[in-house]
């Protein structure tokens, strides 16, 4: 499945955590429900689930790659450093109105980058305007659910092995925008803290990740020698790709951002195969550049 020379050039691997070392999206009902239990919407809460899992399928308007502009309520579309389209909730294309937003910046306090299905939920309770208290607490309500029955998610602990026994690589990063105290309860619920030699958790990333990778630059490693693995491609992805390195986008869902990436997995299936194929590739060079080492030795005995 996966034959690309670049494999083998790879050290560093920086692992996301929701979404790509485990795909769940069963909470996002029970994420919006929460939002809006109690509150004056209380009433469209079939409404805005209903929305929030056409906006998860593909569909609505809104969807994967999309950034939404809080103020006006608006989708708009983002190629290389402009905006260049835009979509209100029902669908209307904004035409003439895109052009006021071509040098928006991506780093505005009033847009959300729809990466993935906490996205969504942001998204919910933005477009209802709910107090961000709200937002944060239904957050946690969720994520406390999700490690305890009947909620918790499942995962693939054939992966973790895949991801244990890829030791060809000299490090294995994992990197979460979760704030502390569920990002590791998440990690202690798979039994996968050990796998990383570093874990950061409340990463703030993408800025956060950009830092980081400057800094194994800095550490003298060549771009080409990282590799980033995430399902929100504005988080994950860009900083890395903007920098020269490898970068790999798995998600279930069919995502608008207009990004090419090095690989594009749908399934931890896939994962698990990638994993393998970097141990597979990394050593196979490792023993070849040996035995062309002796192989040359040889030749220099003899003259």
């Known amino acids: ?78 190629h290389e450093d402009s905006f260049i389209q835009g979509f209100t909730w029902e669908g209307l294309a904004l035409d003439e109105r895109t052009c006021s937003y071509r040098s928006l910046s991506t780093e505005a306090a009033h847009l959300i980058h729809i990466g993935d299905p906490w996205g969504i939920a942001a998204v919910i309770s933005h477009k209802y305007k709910l107090p961000a208290g709200k937002l944060q607490s239904a957050f946690e309500r969720v994520r406390r659910e999700m490690v305890h029955a009947p909620y918790q998610f499942e995962f693939r602990s054939d992966l973790f092995q895949a991801i244990e026994e890829l030791d060809a690589v000299e490090k294995k990063i994992l990197m979460t925008n979760t704030y502390l105290e569920s990002g590791i309860e998440f990690l202690n619920y798979m039994q996968i803290h050990h796998l990383f030699e570093e874990v950061y958790c409340g990463a703030e990333k993408p800025l956060g990740l950009h830092c980081y990778i400057s800094t194994l630059l800095g550490q003298g490693y060549q771009a080409h020698e990282i590799l980033s693995i995430g399902d929100n491609t504005w988080n994950d992805l860009h900083p890395v790709k903007r920098m020269g390195g490898r970068t790999c986008f798995i998600s279930p869902y069919a995502s608008s951002d207009p990004e090419s990436w090095d690989l594009r997995l749908t399934t931890l299936d896939e994962l698990e195969q990638l994993m393998r194929a970097i141990q597979e590739s990394i050593t196979r060079r490792t023993i070849s550049d040996g035995e062309d080492r002796v192989e040359k030795y040889k030749q220099e005995i003899q003259r």
């Not at 020379?5 to 994420?31: C, H, P």
Request: proline content about 1%.
């Open 1 to 78: 499945m996966f034959n690309e020379n670049w494999l083998s050039a790879i050290k560093v691997i920086i692992f996301d955590m929701d979404g790509t070392l485990y795909q769940e999206d069963t909470y996002l009902e029970r994420y919006i429900r929460y939002l809006l239990e109690g509150t004056e919407h209380e009433g469209e809460t079939e409404a805005a689930i209903c929305a929030g899992r056409a906006i998860l399928t593909g569909e609505h308007p809104f969807g994967f790659g999309h950034f939404y502009h809080t103020r006006d309520d608006v989708a708009l579309v983002r």
